[in-house]
């Protein structure tokens, strides 16, 4: 059997035993752990047919608008019969998108959805849904993104719920400090899959194991340095994705860098040592250049699903911070630059592209804060591609890592997060190092 379809079985079987345990299970709750780009969505749309199709109705959570609209719009192109009701803020409606399907029903009133076999909505919108028969079941979408708090918000809307979502990727948000909550079984902070399992440690837990986005060069790196004790692998083998362009390199540091990229799928434009502004011009300089060269010289990615032009919409730069995301968009807006995605870790979750270009969090920082060194952010960044990733950073990242050890306080009780940013950085760092272009702009 080829490494495809062994991956293809392997799937297949782990989609098996998840859907069983959903359907047929006697437990409260069946938890899913899925690595980037291995078919969250998918598995979501076909544990809702299959509830349907077993007689059941059941309530969808998701944790941002555009995670339901893009649901909504999957559910309906899978079972274009199916009555779905997307469930909207009064402030917040559904994407035009949602328009071309008759069998979507739209409201800002859950009782005006009584007729939907499905009802997806934010878990901020189900938190203000009162006196309504509960759901049987829920399937709660991008777990490990949502608060476990707003988890207790909805809770007594339904009896059983699959839980489907990515461990790796960054932790819930919180405007405010959670100091005084860390350890307990009910620190609000924590992610609801983190608190669940602490108050239900016997509840199935099933893993997706592999990636259908990341290429066989980028999976491995992925998986050891984020996923290391739920591994997974690329379901296409070293040349089944190809990047090619119509147009030779320059020479220079951002086209020698996108070879690199096209020939290995890892790429690190290394710019001199140097402590700079968060918003370092010359490395903003370099995202614009590299860009710009990958769109002039008319690349094309070859993959499973055929042949297709590298075109802005394909492309997306992802960085630490806005204003960062801010000074890339008008730097290639300079270069003459429309189309692509610049944007932050947190808003490229659940992404993909054929080719990402990122600013590393810790370039031409004077120091490794909590922050930059988060697992999540490096993940997510790392993690967007179908073919190749570039990396742009200052020389220096990994004498950094040393001088600046961790130093965050140890609190009982709270479950160690494995690998940390530490470890994590040094790994994707040392790989990076093997596809280094050093240019000095």
């Not at 399937?139 to 490990?144: F, L, P, R, T």
């Not at 790429?267 to 918003?279: D, I, Q, V, W």
């Not at 080719?355 to 993690?383: I, K, Y």
Request: with cysteine; net charge negative.
């Amino acid at each position: 059997m080829s490494p495809v379809s062994d991956a293809a079985r392997a799937a297949g079987t782990a989609t098996e035993r998840i859907l069983h345990d959903t359907l047929h299970g006697t437990h409260r709750g069946v938890v899913v752990d899925s690595p980037p780009g291995a078919g969250k969505s998918t598995l979501v749309v076909r544990a809702a047919q299959e509830l349907v199709a077993a007689g059941e109705s059941l309530m969808v959570v998701a944790q941002t608008n555009a995670q339901v609209d893009d649901l909504v719009d999957r559910l309906a192109t899978a079972d274009p019969g199916l009555p779905i009701g997307r469930l909207h803020g009064s402030d917040s409606p559904p994407d035009p998108v949602l328009d071309r399907h008759e069998a979507v029903l739209k409201s800002a009133k859950a009782a005006d959805l009584a007729g939907a076999k499905v009802v997806i909505a934010t878990a901020a919108k189900w938190a203000f849904v009162k006196d309504v028969e509960p759901w049987r079941h829920a399937i709660v979408d991008e777990a490990y993104q949502m608060r476990s708090d707003a988890l207790l918000q909805v809770a007594g809307l339904f009896e059983r719920a699959l839980f489907v979502g990515d461990p790796g990727q960054l932790d819930p948000f919180s405007v405010v400090g959670a100091e005084q909550w860390a350890g307990l079984s009910y620190d609000p902070s924590a992610s609801a899959v983190v608190t669940l399992l602490a108050h239900n440690p016997g509840l199935p837990q099933h893993r997706l194991p592999v990636s259908w986005r990341l290429p066989a060069s980028a999976a491995p790196l992925v998986s050891d340095a984020f996923y290391p004790y739920t591994p997974f692998r690329s379901g296409t083998g070293h040349g089944d994705r190809r990047l090619s362009f119509g147009v030779p390199g320059d020479g220079s540091g951002p086209d020698r860098v996108v070879d690199e990229a096209a020939a290995s799928g890892w790429g690190l434009l290394e710019l001199p040592a140097r402590r700079t502004p968060r918003t370092d011009p010359e490395a903003v300089r370099a995202i614009a250049l590299v860009v710009r060269r990958l769109l002039d010289r008319g690349g094309v990615a070859v993959s499973e699903r055929g042949t297709a032009p590298v075109g802005p919409d394909r492309i997306a730069v992802g960085t630490a911070h806005r204003d960062q995301a801010a000074a890339v968009r008008a730097a290639l807006a300079d270069l003459g630059v429309t189309g692509v995605t610049v944007d932050t870790a947190n808003r490229l979750q659940g992404r993909e592209f054929d080719v990402t270009v990122v600013l590393h969090p810790l370039s031409g920082r004077p120091d490794a804060t909590a922050f930059h060194l988060e697992t999540g952010r490096l993940c997510v960044l790392a993690s967007r591609h179908r073919h190749a990733c570039i990396v742009v950073c200052r020389a220096g990242v990994s004498e950094l890592l040393d001088e600046h050890p961790s130093t965050e306080p140890v609190q009982l009780g709270v479950t160690v997060k494995f690998p940390d940013g530490w470890e994590a950085n040094h790994a994707v760092l040392a790989h990076l190092s093997e596809h280094r272009v050093t240019w000095r702009p």
